[in-house]
Each structure stands twice: as C-alpha cells, then as structure tokens.
C-alpha cells in the first residue's frame, strides 16, 4: 500500500494479493494521523479472478483503519486486488 500526501490531498493506492482462502472486513494497515478521512470512505477493487463486479471493496474508516472488505463473492487464496482513492483529511 502507498499513501501519498499533496497538502490536505490524501492519496491511497494498494495493491493485495490474499494470504488465505477465506477473508472478509480483513485490517490491511492504518493510516498515519491526520491523513484519516473526514468520512468512512468506499470503493470497488479491481480483481482477478473475480466472481462478480464489485463484490470487494477497500475501505477506508473515519478512524484511518484500511480494510478489504468482501460483499458476497467467492474468495481464493493468491488472489490479486487494486485500488486507488483520494481524499481531503479532515
């Protein structure tokens, strides 16, 4: 994951791939303070081997926790996911 700061602009991009066949709302990392969002933030992965457009989705909290979160889809081990989000910090 790279967190990219240009003034208040925070960008985020992660790249992921899973450790286990099995995962959901799963913590990848945590923001420095005050890069956190002014609002929990969402938006679709980009995946491979997806079973369904947009059934995972970074996350990113108010509280500047990061997760992968998982609506539904089928979930195998290996599995490559990208992303990237911008905000203004709080």
């Not at 700061?5 to 791939?17: E, L, Q, Y």
């Not at 609002?39 to 509280?63: C, H, I, K, Q, Y």
Request: with cysteine.
């Amino acid at each position: 994951m790279r967190v990219t700061s240009f003034g208040p602009v925070i960008c985020i991009n992660i790249n992921w791939t899973s450790a286990a066949g099995e995962w959901n709302n799963e913590k990848v990392a945590q923001l420095p303070s005050g890069m956190e969002p002014p609002t929990a933030l969402n938006t679709p992965f980009l995946r491979n081997n997806a079973s369904g457009l947009g059934d995972v989705s970074l996350a990113v909290e108010a509280d500047g926790s990061v997760r992968i979160v998982n609506h539904g889809g089928t979930q195998k081990q290996g599995e490559y996911i990208a992303a990237s989000m911008s905000w203004i910090a709080k």
